[in-house]
């Protein structure tokens, strides 16, 4: 659909890290708006949501603690209002059904919801035949790794997933590692077939096991911003592949990207790989 009217955006987590980024990109797209930026965090209410992103000029949308509202406002603009939410895995259930319910569409970056949560809102969107896109990695690069580490998957047997995040990151496993390990099992093999019997002097010092045999190591450190590696191994060789985050502008055009395909959509999609 090519509207002729701007696509209305409300942003939720809109002072966070990701949040100002996604102001300053949608308040620089021509084809969509800025309706409305909530966060709860109280040192920023009533802040200019521009000002705060470090736009030059404020763009008059108050940063506010209440979502209700802004959800009820976007849901009244011609069907095509869209939530993007950037909060905290604890919320981010609750801030889909409310948006579904109000008939706005959710983009979703916020990470951390269990498979039975994902089942339960993709069930939620099918009947109220709302688009919800679900993408816990906006990054190209990462599309690109993927797709190269389900390739290397039909030769190797072998692999493990490490995955570096700051030290601010409230989940473990990235849902991104997470993302990745699903791809690889489902290719229909048990990985990592045990060569000796493992004793773990450390609970955790090998990881978790996501699934089919794949293990996911998180470290968490200043200084990081968000990276992963996918190393395989097998007799006399090991292939790496790895991703590297240097600024959250790199997600900027995966997210307007999903701004304009989900009003597009009467379900949920889970996945960037399935929009491009
Ligand atoms: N899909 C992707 O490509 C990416 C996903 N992410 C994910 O996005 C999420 C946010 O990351 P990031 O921006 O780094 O986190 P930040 O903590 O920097 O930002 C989150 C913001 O949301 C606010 N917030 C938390 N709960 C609520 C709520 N109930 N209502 C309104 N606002 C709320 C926070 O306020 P307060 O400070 O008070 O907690 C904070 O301002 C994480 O789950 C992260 O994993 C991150 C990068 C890329
Ligand atoms: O918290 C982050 O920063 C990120 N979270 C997402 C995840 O959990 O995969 C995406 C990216 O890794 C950055």
């Known amino acids: 659909m090519n509207s ?9 987590g809109a002072a966070g890290k990701m949040g100002r980024e996604v102001v300053k990109a949608v308040s620089q797209a021509t084809d969509l708006t800025l309706l409305g930026a909530i966060d709860r965090n109280p040192e920023h209410q009533g802040k200019d949501a521009g000002e705060l992103a470090g736009l030059p000029e404020p ?17 009244q603009e011609r069907q095509i209002g869209v939530m993007v939410d950037f909060t905290h895995p604890s919320t981010v259930y609750d801030n889909i059904r409310s948006a579904i ?10 990470t951390g919801l269990s498979p039975a949560q994902i089942q339960d809102l993709a069930e939620f969107a099918d009947k109220a035949s709302t688009g919800c896109l679900m993408i816990p990695n906006f ?5 690109l790794l993927q797709q190269a580490a389900v390739q290397a998957s039909q030769y190797f047997d072998h692999v493990e997933i490490i995955e570096l995040h700051h030290n601010q990151k409230a989940d473990a496993p990235s849902g991104t590692a997470l993302q ?3 791809m690889l099992a489902e290719l229909g093999k048990t990985f990592n077939p045990p060569q000796v019997e493992e004793t773990e002097k450390l609970p955790g010092a090998r990881g978790s096991v996501a699934a089919e045999g794949i293990r996911i190591h998180s470290v968490r450190l200043p200084g990081l911003i968000a990276h992963q590696e996918v190393i395989f ?17 790199c ?26």
């Open 4 to 12: 002729q009217y701007p696509i209305p955006v409300v942003i939720n």
């Open 59 to 75: 763009l008059e949308v108050p940063i506010t603690d209440q979502l209700e509202p802004m959800l009820a406002m976007a849901g």
């Open 101 to 110: 319910a109000y008939g706005v569409r959710p983009v979703v970056g916020t």
């Open 139 to 143: 990054s190209i690069g990462m599309v």
């Open 180 to 182: 990745t390990a699903q």
């Open 233 to 249: 191994g097998s007799a006399g060789q090991i292939y790496t592949l790895r991703h590297d985050t240097s600024d959250r502008a």
């Open 251 to 276: 997600y900027m055009p995966g997210v307007l990207l999903a701004i304009r395909k989900v009003v597009q959509l009467k379900a949920l999609v889970y996945g960037l790989e399935k929009i491009l």
